[in-house]
């Protein structure tokens, strides 16, 4: 009998022609009948159990590795978030996930000293961080895929849940393979590999700015309209600028391809340190990825050289700088990396702010164009909001409430009556956004109370702990039922770590040790008012009052709550 590997079972000659009770077979030749036998005992014998569902192969992430070829119908998420220490805003991430269903997190380098005065060092420890905790995790044959998605943790928010996020991470694949495959042809596409599995958030700015880098130059362009922010799109007004480039900040694909991206991206700040932003050395891999494709198509390298890029327009009479990297055939220049450009999975806020806006679905309508009447034909078209089937198949917002004890109608709300983050530009309800941007950062404070659940958002999590061993999805995604990532030891802990995060290092902390401190910060919900920032003046004024009142309470001494009545190890090692 052959090894397992090569995909051959087990078979009983004698069994296979007693399985054909057919009266035609007797008038069939001895040849014909070896011919069938072969055949039948070829195939795998789990092949009726697995009629319908689309075949996987899983194997080891190792590069290296030789894969066994097993029959797989489960996927695995992780979530990894690099935090040093805690705060409001690493809790906001947490309670957004935990409340839309994503796997516990792993905190990258919690707690680790930081060394501020050298960046190069801090650089090394982040990546590095990521690339060890990536190269110690196991392939299982019970999963035939595991999904890693890493999300900086101090400036990101999900509103939409991981079900959503996994069918549009499948459906920007397939739509930017069909692309390379029609501007690159079939065989180039497959002879070089060009398939996309890792997915960045979008940028509109190419930073650090250097427009002769091929990570700014030779990158595609975004697959918004030509013209979606007016006329002056892409020209001088970065607000107008396509969101054309890599944002580090979000990072989605699977464990291997990830994996390989970090050990490159860590190796080059190694070999060449020159800045200390982190996306510099993704995005010049990107760039090297897509400059090493048009060399496949000449005349698209030629005109990608010649586009004048953003602030260039102010200078049409310099002339353009555009480096090109001396390839070595080689050093491996394909990663699989992509861009989300309409922003349905990544949503970032810089240079985009205006053009966002928080409204209801259900509240969205479209004007009648006959009320109008103008003196020459018009090509308007209204920015109607739109509920994708995707949201409207996964679990209602509210859904963890209906086993609660304080079951309520809540339970029953659909996603087209709650408020969700919107771009009209786009037509996208993106699944999470991500608050890129110095300035942008401000708006965190009030955008937060924005967020859905946020009237209900305690009891929430209080529901989400309880919701034990449910499948992201209720039905199969790309051929999989996804399911969240956990430890081994998961199951030594209180509703298996759901509610805190685990640490790199193997431990696991609690919401009381990461979040109870910031809790007021968390769970306030303000009033309309205080949606947008008031003058300066009458901010300074209603802080004044609110010290005022701070200092004439007594001190309270802290509701009890579920997780302090019952002891929890605040690092299980």
Known sequence: MLPRAFGRHEGSFWSLLSSKPSRSALTFVLAAILVAVIWRSSRPETENALAGITPVVVGDFSSEGQQEVVHATKGRLHLLIPATSSGPDLCKLLLSAQILGY?????????????????????IAKVGGFLEYLEQLQASSEYAEDLVLIVDGYDIWFQLPPEVLIKR?????????????????????EAQDMRQTIIFGPDKLCWPVDYSRPACWAVPEATLPDYAFGPETSRIHIDMFMPRWLNSGTVFGPVKDVRDLFNSTLEAIHTKYETDSD?????????????ARLTHRPELLLEAKSKRIGIEWNYTDIEIVRNEPQLDPANKTEYHIGIDYESTAFQTVAFYKQFLIFMRPEDSWEPERT????????????????LPDDIRHSRPPFHALASSDDASTDAMTSWSEVELLYNPLTGQIPVSVHFTGSGEKALR????????????????????????????SGVPINGLTWYNAEPQDAQDISFNGRGGAWSDDGGWFSWNKLCKPHEEHIFEIMNEEYYHAPPKEEKEEQEDEEEDDEGEKPDEKPEETVEDAKPEPEIVT
């Open 279 to 291: 996306q510099f050395y993704f995005a010049n891999i990107f760039g090297e990825q897509e400059y």
């Open 103 to 123: 796997p516990t997190p792993v905190l990258i380098n919690f707690d680790d000293p930081e060394d501020l005065e050298d960046p190069y060092k801090q650089h």
């Open 371 to 386: 009320q109008v009447t103008f003196s020459r034909p018009q090509t308007w078209r209204p920015h109607v909001m739109q």
């Open 169 to 189: 991470y499948y459906a920007l694949n397939g739509a930017a393979d069909d692309r390379m495959r029609k501007t690159y042809g079939d065989a180039t596409f």
């Open 445 to 472: 404070r009030f955008w937060w109370q924005r967020l859905w659940f946020q009237t209900r958002a305690s009891e929430l999590r209080q529901a989400a702990r309880k919701l034990d061993g449910e499948a992201i």
